[in-house]
């Protein structure tokens, strides 16, 4: 009860008595361009939403932000080894300010920060990442995330696309050398499909710079095993994966292929297609109408114009503070806008909270995170649907490549929504499929490996039923006609 006063006179003196709450944003990352979550990326998406928080808000609250890089050369994973070393040194020297978060891009790092902002009882906002521990609140109670791409969504929606076919048994292909994006949505989906009862799946993880050749191999065992491949890989590996199914006439419309598009940019290869043109690439054209590509739909709500002025200033920052030069033809992640998100989500809530002057204790991290559940924030980057653990959902699409009408052209054209808060898969459009007819069987009449014992067996199987229903189907007409006789005869 006296804590609760106290902190309604502190609201109450912030507000009332000229002396602005004041917060402290902590970032830390790394440059380089290893994964688009390094702050050579995001980093101008999160100095942006600071700048823009201290004018909307100047007044209310003040904000310093300190940004904590690693030493020069480190990545994604060896910021792992000392990040928490970075982030606690600087915690415990820092100045004092009436409410402390921690917003990071987020990479392999996250977890360790998590439990100290944990143990620290502080808001922890991750804007490119997150993990499976992020929806436990018990080692998770303060972490909210606003990416658009995070692995258990991402898992459940390539689930709810096999199971709107009932493909069954399931091929993954995991390219180490990709994205760790790419390596632990295999990885969850692999999780997922382990708690179904009824499913079968095999992973396989492959490293295509130090074996390049290892597609045929893959397409060997596949061929055998399945009839669906979720290959999670950059698209330039794909294409080269789907080239080599395409010589060993697995494109035919028996097979589907299902990729992941992240991002529009050189680092993850582009299955916009936006480094290379399928209808002038003579080799991967055939295997086209065999892939389904899953991806995330464009924010609702997004101030597109905002945007476009946005992405130029990001651009312009990279190179000007984060040594990076963005490449000609090379577009903005989605990850700068979802770490813009993320101080502009925070910033969002706190000035609603401290606007009811509730008393709220702005040193608990573990309510404050509850503030954030079940509720859709809008942003000038967007919509963000945050939901009962803080874990952001955005339209996931499924994409299928077209042929136009008037013309011989291949277009990538959306097939599939799944809306933020839904659960169902909703048609856009008739997919194209390989073979002319519809989606590929779950599994061929004959077995996967074409045997011709075991299709002979299924084959009279099927005969010997055919015989047993036809028979008693006589036997029946006999009875009635016999029946029918008797009673004339009686008559």
């Known amino acids: 009860m006296h804590q609760r006063l106290l902190c309604a006179f502190m609201i109450y003196f912030w507000l009332d008595l000229g002396s602005p709450f004041s917060v402290d944003i902590i970032t830390l990352g790394f440059y380089g361009t290893s994964t688009s979550s390094s702050l050579s990326y995001t980093g101008p998406g999160i100095d942006t939403a600071v700048r823009d928080a201290k004018v909307t808000y100047r007044g209310v609250f003040n904000i310093t932000h300190t940004v904590l890089r690693g030493a020069p050369g480190m990545d994604c994973l060896t910021i792992s080894f000392d990040g928490d070393a970075l982030m606690g040194k600087y915690f415990y020297n820092r100045q004092q300010h009436d409410m402390t978060v921690i917003i990071v891009p987020g990479c392999v790092e996250a977890p360790a ?3 100290l902002a944990s143990q620290w009882n502080v808001l922890f ?3 490119a990442t997150t993990y499976d521990s992020q929806r436990d609140k018990v080692q998770s109670p303060t972490w909210i995330t606003t990416t658009p791409l995070n692995y258990p969504t991402i898992s459940a929606f390539c689930w709810t696309l096999l199971k709107s076919y009932n493909w069954t048994t399931v091929y993954i292909a995991s390219n180490a050398m990709s994205s760790p994006l790419y390596q632990g949505v295999a990885m969850a989906l692999s999780r997922l499909l382990s708690q179904v009862s009824g499913i079968q799946h095999t992973v396989r993880e492959f490293n295509s710079v130090k074996n390049p050749d290892y597609y045929d ?4 065992e596949f061929r055998i095993m399945s009839r669906v491949c979720a290959f ?24 589907i292929y299902i990729g992941l598009e992240t991002f529009h940019n050189s680092l993850y290869g582009g299955l916009s297609w936006n480094t290379f043109d399928p209808n002038k690439d003579d080799m991967l054209r055939p295997a086209l109408r065999s892939v389904l590509i899953l991806t995330v739909a464009e924010p609702a709500n997004k101030n597109i114009t905002a945007v476009k002025m946005f992405e130029k200033e990001w651009i312009m920052l990279s190179s000007d503070r984060y040594n990076y030069t963005y490449g000609e033809h090379e577009l903005v992640s989605p990850y700068v806008s979802s770490s813009y998100a993320a101080v502009a989500v925070f910033t969002k809530v706190l000035n609603e909270t401290l606007a009811l002057r509730d008393g709220f204790d702005p040193t608990d991290g573990r309510a404050f995170a509850q503030k954030f559940r079940n509720q859709t924030l809008t942003t000038v980057v967007g919509d963000v649907y945050l939901d009962s653990v803080g874990e952001r959902h955005a339209d996931l699409l499924v994409r299928a490549f077209h042929q136009d009408d008037d013309s011989s052209n291949m277009t990538l054209t959306d097939v599939k929504v799944l809306s933020a808060s839904g659960s169902k898969l909703v048609r856009l459009q008739p997919i194209q499929w390989a073979n002319g007819i519809g989606p590929p069987a779950n599994e061929p009449p004959c077995g996967y490996v074409a045997d011709p014992r075991s299709c002979l067996s299924r084959t009279h199987h099927t005969v010997l039923v055919a015989a047993i229903l036809s028979c008693s189907f006589l036997i029946i007409i006999l009875i009635v006609t016999l029946c029918v006789g008797l009673r004339l005869v009686t008559l």
């Open 125 to 127: 906002i991750t804007g």
């Open 217 to 220: 191999e893959l397409l060997n």
């Open 113 to 115: 920060i998590n439990k």
């Open 232 to 255: 999670f890989g950059h698209a330039a590996e794909l294409r080269k994966f789907l080239i080599q199914a395409v010589s060993k006439s697995m494109t035919n419309g028996d097979f």
